[in-house]
């Protein structure tokens, strides 16, 4: 269900690193305690994200929660299509849906996030 070449965060973030390019998006634990989602809030392209500070929220049935930056950089795309359809969140966490691309800024931070093995302990998965 977590995808191995994944990196986590205790806040239920995922990122994929390809070079130096971070795709970031919410964890199947996530939209699952979050229930069926109904809104998403990002950045703009160009925005400068920092390390574990929050960069957008996600708004479901049954709360709103901001959504923490596995890693720091520039937000160099947005997944346009969460705006009319913010449900693929619920769908497919680990695929379509994920959120924004980030210019990567410090790759040493990359070793400090959880596993896919980690972090299914971590939710017991």
């Given at each position: 269900?977590?995808?191995?070449?994944?990196?986590?965060t205790?806040?239920?973030?995922?990122?994929?690193?390809?070079g130096?390019?971070?795709t970031?998006?919410?964890?199947?634990?996530?939209q699952?305690?979050?229930?069926?989602i109904?809104?998403?809030d990002?950045?703009?392209?160009?925005?400068?994200?920092?390390?574990?500070?929050?960069?957008?929220?996600?708004?479901?049935?049954?709360?709103v929660?901001?959504?923490?930056?596995?890693?720091?950089?520039?937000?160099?795309a947005?997944?346009?299509?969460?705006?009319?359809?913010?449900?693929?969140?619920?769908?497919?966490?680990?695929?379509?849906?994920w959120l924004?691309?980030?210019?990567?800024?410090?790759?040493?931070?990359?070793?400090?996030?959880?596993?896919?093995?980690?972090?299914?302990?971590?939710?017991?998965?």
């Open positions: 269900m977590y995808p191995e070449n994944y990196s986590y205790k806040e239920h973030e995922w990122v994929l690193v390809d130096d390019t971070g970031i998006g919410i964890t199947d634990h996530a699952s305690e979050l229930g069926d109904v809104y998403v990002l950045p703009k392209v160009g925005t400068a994200i920092a390390q574990h500070t929050t960069f957008g929220s996600v708004e479901s049935v049954k709360a929660s901001d959504i923490y930056s596995p890693v720091s950089g520039e937000i160099i947005i997944n346009e299509s969460l705006s009319t359809a913010p449900e693929k969140l619920n769908s497919d966490p680990h695929g379509d849906a924004v691309k980030v210019k990567l800024k410090d790759l040493s931070e990359i070793p400090g996030l959880m596993s896919a093995a980690d972090y299914k302990k971590y939710v017991g998965a």
